[in-house]
């Protein structure tokens, strides 16, 4: 257990008080849902944009993708360089403007102008239950955490940091939840850029790494560069320690799920969406490329360090952490770096920073959930035609209902170990075939509200069906698959998730075409705005800077981003 | 813009800036770690110091160029 001193108690105090602060100094300017929800559209791109990065920082992104780190090594890069960045220069460039210049309030609304009620309504059902039960779980990994290392109670943790969410959300909406994550992002770059620096020192640099990485892939029967190369060993399924291959890996997370997520789920939309004007929500996404591409070597190289350092331990003194069974604990990776290289005062930033990644992550849940809860739940269900005061008292009565829903699956998630593997099959389940109808919906005018519909529910059934007949190795049937038979293994769970994607996405796709074909075609005067073919183009306005331009702000990233992928390959 | 979130960030920073240099020199000795000294303390609360000022200049000159117009 961390023992903690004063300085590290201040820095802590100093940080939920800023929190506190900014969400008290916004609730003056917050007179109409627009401004709770939407923020009033008022956000400079550059503040938008950083918020968009922040809410997608949530507990299982920090401690998740330094545990992938030590166990898969340079390979879980992948889910930033191939697995966000492509999609979110698409978001930009092609979606924003249908998003933005539609000015629906949200997701789900956007389904509703482009195809219809029942659409939309889907929609907002499983959207909301994914916001709450995300929010959930984060917030139990994170009274786990605080639990295990300091000793915290874990009722008390989980209520102090949902009150202050609760509070701060409350006073200023959107605009408060946007404003910390901006504080939060540069908390948790500063809280654990050090510790790169002082493990990298540690290990004996770029080299020493590589070194300690080729006894780690050698030790567990893999090539030498398994550890340190992304693309090298992706020729097979056996030949890398994820058990993925290129192709499953190309088309399951860098199309099937990465768009389906980084392009329709509403909590990254949102950001965006709040932006100040079309150009600022489109630089929103492009603007946050940029730390996305670069959050590896914070996020994933300490985890690549700890591996190295325990492959030596006869020499650094360093052990993985175990779990009460035996097995290596990887979710505890982060925390024990920061103990080993972290003095008092560093610490407390190093924890405040882990604390700022948890909060931001659920910040971002809440204010979508009370988003769609109200504007596509309440409303058009509800209360159809009330005073727009009305509709923001609702938002405020969303947002607690949203934190004690929140709460309450922490606990459910405390009572059952497997809560985890359910989220993530309704993440599949969801976005997948979700991003199917999208595709189809902005860029083919045929496509209409019954194809919509019926290739969202085939699609969802389809990731259900090929789930209940495929199990990963080393499983048994149930929760991880194979409930109806066993057809099919994979060789891990995340060969199964891709693919569960790539089936998921291709029904619905094939569905909403079919169905759309054998149905009256959409009006197509109410798609103007709406797809691409019924938009007149963007032009972007004359004597813009660079930096500006979207279509040159997405070039330069994907450009990048591929420089990255050929320098670790 | 609501307000200008450079203010607060900026103030954040200066300040657990300048609690990271105060206890790295006036803080208990028996703290001290073994893999990393209370120089780390006082070397990196001077970055974070040193980046909440320019974030508070930027702003106060950001402010100075609205009234200006």
Known sequence: MIHLRVIDWAVFATYFLFVLGVGVAVKRSIRTSNDFFLSG??????IAGLAFMSANLGAQEVIGMAASGAKYGIATSHFYWIGAIPAMVFLAIFMMPFYYGSRARSVPEYLRLRFDEKTRGFNAMSFALMTVMSSGISMYAMGLLLNLLLGWDFTASVWLCAGIVLVYILLGGLTSAIYNEVLQFFLIVFG????????LQDVGGWDGLQAGLQRVAVSQGFAADAWSHSWRQMGSTGANPMGVEWFGLAMGLGFVLSFGYWCTDFLLVQRAMAAES????????LIATWPKMLFPFLIILPGMIAVALAADSGHSGFALPLKPDGQTNYDLVIPQMLARYFPSGMLGLGLTALIASFMSGMAGNVTAFNTVWTNDIYRPYVRRSASDAHYLWMGRVATVGGVLLSVACAYVASAYNNIMDVLQLVFAFVNAPLFATFLLGMFWQRCNGHGA???LLS???????????????HTLPGMKGGWIAVWHMYPSEMAQ??????????????VTVVVSLMTPPPDRSSLVGLTWGATPRQQTPAGLAWYD????????ALAAVFALNLAFF | MHFDIRL???????????????????????ATHVLAPRAIDAGWGAVMFIFGGLLLVLARRHRRAQHAR
């Open chain 1, 41 to 46: 559209r008022a956000m400079p791109a550059w």
């Open chain 1, 192 to 199: 654990f850029a050090p510790l790169v620096m002082l493990g």
């Open chain 1, 278 to 285: 079309m150009q600022a929500a489109r630089r929103t996404p």
């Open chain 1, 453 to 455: 519909f019926f290739g």
């Open chain 1, 459 to 473: 699609g969802t059934l389809a990731a259900a069906v090929h789930h209940g007949l495929s199990l990963p190795a």
């Open chain 1, 497 to 510: 998730n891709f693919w569960t994607a790539i089936f998921a996405w291709s029904t619905s796709f094939v």
């Open chain 1, 549 to 556: 331009r979207p279509v040159l702000l997405g070039v330069l």
């Open chain 2, 8 to 30: 607060p960030i900026g103030t954040m920073f200066s300040l657990l800036g300048l609690m990271l240099v105060g206890y790295a020199i006036g803080g208990d000795p028996a």
